[in-house]
């Protein structure tokens, strides 16, 4: 499940996925015992979570946590969040492909993985638009946020 929030919190949608998880939680005790169910409520959880963050505040929090940071960095690298913020429409990963010069399998291997922290959205099988998020990092602002942080020191470098 991908989270339901744009450039903005969609109110109506976060209500509804609220909704659809009270009917998944009228026996807390059966969900912990049905897997799926368990599994179904996490994946809510989380969605209504990544819904009502702003794009700052999901930006942030990736750039504490190595294991998305990376795949954002990557895609930062590769053009890929300006390819898809200058975009008035969702691009495929082929479209994306012939933006960024890059591989199309990787492309949307690594969009997948972006989409999961709310950076971008997939709308459909290999095709994805721009949210808030991916604007704010497509921004050079945003691209310089991760520099400072994955980026070595002037002095640090190999001269």
Do not use: W
Request: glycine residues 4%; charged residues 20%.
């Amino acid at each position: 499940m991908t989270p339901v929030s744009d450039d903005k919190t969609d109110d109506t949608a976060v209500v509804e996925l609220i909704n659809a998880s009270r009917v998944h939680t009228q026996s807390l005790q059966e969900a912990n015992h049905d897997v799926k169910q368990r599994s179904k409520l996490v994946e809510m959880a989380r969605s209504i979570y990544l819904s009502l963050q702003t794009p700052l505040e999901t930006a942030f929090t990736s750039l504490l946590s190595i294991n998305m940071a990376m795949p954002i960095r990557v895609g930062i690298d590769m053009g890929l969040f300006s390819a898809l913020a200058s975009s008035e429409n969702p691009m495929t990963a082929a479209q994306l492909s012939v933006s960024t010069r890059g591989e199309e399998l990787f492309i949307d291997r690594l969009m997948r993985c972006i989409c999961t922290q709310n950076f971008a959205v997939e709308v459909d099988v290999n095709t994805y638009r721009a949210n808030g998020v991916t604007r704010l990092i497509a921004n050079p602002l945003g691209e310089a946020a991760y520099g400072i942080f994955y980026e070595p020191a002037p002095s640090q470098r190999a001269i």
